[in-house]
C-alpha cells in the first residue's frame, strides 16, 4: 500500500457509541494532520502534528480525541458524538516540520464518511 | 478569523471551452497558494500551488495568476476536457495553515 490509507472507509455510529479512526502514511512523512469535510463548507482544519507533537488544535470539542504513536500513524478517537458530527474525515500528511500553511505540500487519504444516527 | 471566498460555486463549460475559478483571501500575510481537485469519492489532490514572490504559473493546460495587492488569485483551465469534471478548492496559508475556500464544482460536457 502506498500513499495515504484511512481506515473505515465509512463508520456508522450512534451517539453513544466509542469509535476509532485511523490514518496510516507510507510517505516517511513527518507531519500529519485531521480535515473534517462538510457538505458547502470549506475543509476544517482539526488537528495537526508534526514530529508527533500535537502543534495545532483548532477549538475541536473535547469528544474528537487525537493519538499520534509515531510519525507513521495518527487516530482520531471518536465518542458520544452528535449528528451534526456526521462528515468525510481526510487524514493528511506531509513531508515536514514545516507545515502544509508554510507551502508544504500535503497528501490526502481518501476519507472516512461518519454517519451518526 | 481569516478567510478565503471561491467563485463561482458551480461551473459548467463545453468541452474545449477554457474556465476560471477565482478566490480571494483576507490574510495579507499569505504566501503559499495551492489549488486541489478532487473527483467524486476520491480524495482531494494537489494539482497546481503559486507562491508570492510569483505573479504566475502553468503547468501544461493549468495556470494559477496571483495578484496580492488585491488579494485575489485564480486558476485557469484551457482546452477543457471531460475528465476535468470535479470539485477544485483553492486554499491560502495563514499563521502555519491552511484556509481553504468553499469549492467549485466544474461540469464539462461533452
Known amino acids: 500500500e502506498t500513499g495515504v490509507t484511512q481506515t473505515p472507509r465509512h463508520l456508522v455510529m450512534g451517539m453513544t457509541n466509542k469509535k476509532s479512526l485511523k490514518c496510516e502514511q507510507h510517505?516517511?512523512?513527518?507531519?500529519m494532520y485531521w480535515y473534517k469535510q462538510s457538505a458547502k463548507k470549506p475543509l476544517e482544519l482539526m488537528f495537526v502534528?508534526?514530529?508527533?507533537?500535537?502543534?495545532e488544535n483548532n477549538s475541536v470539542p473535547s469528544r474528537f480525541s487525537p493519538e499520534c504513536p509515531n510519525s507513521s500513524h495518527l487516530f482520531l478517537h471518536l465518542h458520544t458524538l452528535q449528528p451534526e458530527d456526521s462528515a468525510l474525515y481526510l487524514c493528511?500528511?506531509?513531508?515536514?516540520?514545516?507545515?502544509?500553511?508554510?507551502?508544504?505540500?500535503?497528501?490526502f487519504g481518501p476519507g472516512t464518511r461518519l454517519t451518526v444516527l | 478569523g481569516e478567510n478565503v471566498e471561491q467563485h463561482p460555486s458551480t461551473l459548467s463549460v463545453q468541452e474545449g471551452d477554457s474556465a476560471v475559478i477565482k478566490c480571494t483571501y483576507s490574510?495579507?500575510?499569505?504566501?503559499?497558494f495551492p489549488w486541489y481537485k478532487q473527483e467524486l469519492g476520491k480524495r482531494p489532490q494537489l494539482i497546481i500551488d503559486?507562491?508570492?514572490?510569483?505573479g504566475e504559473k502553468k503547468d501544461q493546460r493549468i495556470a494559477v495568476t496571483l495578484n496580492k495587492t488585491a488579494k485575489h488569485f485564480s486558476l485557469h483551465i484551457t482546452e477543457t476536457q471531460p475528465e476535468d469534471s470535479a470539485v477544485y478548492f483553492c486554499?491560502?496559508?495563514?499563521?502555519?495553515?491552511?484556509?481553504f475556500g468553499t469549492g467549485t464544482r466544474l461540469q464539462v460536457f461533452p
Open positions: 493528511a500528511s506531509s513531508q515536514g516540520p514545516r507545515l502544509a500553511g508554510q507551502g508544504d505540500t500535503q497528501y
Open positions: 510517505l516517511g512523512h513527518n507531519a
Open positions: 502534528y508534526s514530529l508527533e507533537e500535537r502543534v
Open positions: 490574510d495579507s500575510a499569505s504566501n503559499y
Open positions: 503559486i507562491r508570492s514572490n510569483v
Open positions: 486554499a491560502a496559508s495563514s499563521a502555519d495553515k491552511l484556509i
